[in-house]
């Protein structure tokens, strides 16, 4: 990759008008920058903002993103508005089997559902610690943005490690990530698809990134510092712009949005393709 960051960008977002994707909109509409302006802020997010980021982040995995947002309000409704208690009582196979009438489910949904009521139980025992250390996050991140991620990579072990106490259930790196992301932690959410546009394969953003299906922590910590690193060269607003840039190249490669940077790539609508070290 030869281009500069500005110029790269620059030309990801071209291509993303050339398809007709508003992505200033799209992005807003994600929410997941307010959420960062609001940690910025100083505010908490409740519990309720908690259940709701999590079970977003299970819905969202191996779906289409772009076909659960028109259903979200029903969903809210489904998980009755993330109220802890309701949900801690309610059935599950009810749930699953409502989420499956409108067609929002998942190859993982039944395992998810039924993990919900003990990761509420998680979330409520460890509420507080876990907003004291993404607090500890905002404190670093214009200063020291690598010690701040440092804290994200210790929650993220410590919510997903099978010895650690506060372990959520049915939650790997990657939805832990997405789970951040929506209740406003500042990072980058190294999936796949991230992964392969901006790997060595594609974009050559990632240098540490040869598989895109890798799920190591230690490795996806590494993506994610190299990212930050790469946002740091283009952003006077680094906390805000790395959620930015992460949902900008998502929306490179979504099915339902750019669908340019893809699993297949639509390479011909692509401006970088000169400067790409895909090889087809
Ligand atoms: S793989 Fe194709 S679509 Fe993706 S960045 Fe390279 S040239 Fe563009």
């Keep these: 990759m030869t281009l500069e960051p500005k110029t790269l960008v620059k030309l990801v977002k071209e291509s993303l008008k050339i398809k007709g994707i508003d992505f200033e909109r799209e992005i807003n509409s994600f929410g997941q920058i307010d959420a960062v302006k609001r940690r910025i802020e100083g505010k908490r997010f409740k519990i ?157 953003i990632l240098e540490s990134v040869e598989d895109e299906n890798t799920n190591k922590l230690n490795l996806l910590m590494k993506a994610q510092k190299e990212f930050i690193g790469f946002v740091i060269k283009i952003s006077e607003n680094v906390p805000i712009d790395v959620i930015y840039y992460d949902n900008l190249f998502w929306l490179f490669g979504a099915k339902g949005y750019g669908e340019i940077c893809s699993k297949d790539p639509n390479c011909k609508y692509c401006l970088i393709s000169n400067h790409c070290n895909y090889m087809g």
């Design 48 to 204: 309720q903002e908690h259940i709701k980021g999590l079970v977003y982040s299970f819905l969202s995995s191996q779906r289409v993103w772009k076909k659960l947002v028109p259903h979200l309000n029903k969903i809210d409704c489904i998980f009755y508005f993330y109220t802890p208690e309701k949900l801690i009582n309610a059935d599950p196979e009810k749930l699953i089997e409502k989420i499956r009438e409108i067609k929002c489910g998942n190859r993982s949904i039944g395992r998810q559902i039924r993990a919900l009521s003990s990761n509420i139980k998680i979330l409520k025992k460890y509420n507080s610690v876990i907003e004291m250390k993404i607090s500890e996050i905002y404190k670093y991140h214009n200063n020291d943005i690598i010690k701040s991620q440092n804290i994200v990579e210790d929650l993220v072990n410590q919510l997903t490690n099978p010895k650690s106490d506060c372990k959520l259930k049915q939650m790997g790196n990657a939805l832990i990530m997405e789970y951040f992301k929506n209740i406003g932690v500042r990072s980058m959410k190294p999936d796949t698809h991230l992964l392969r546009i901006c790997g060595m394969k594609r974009l050559g």
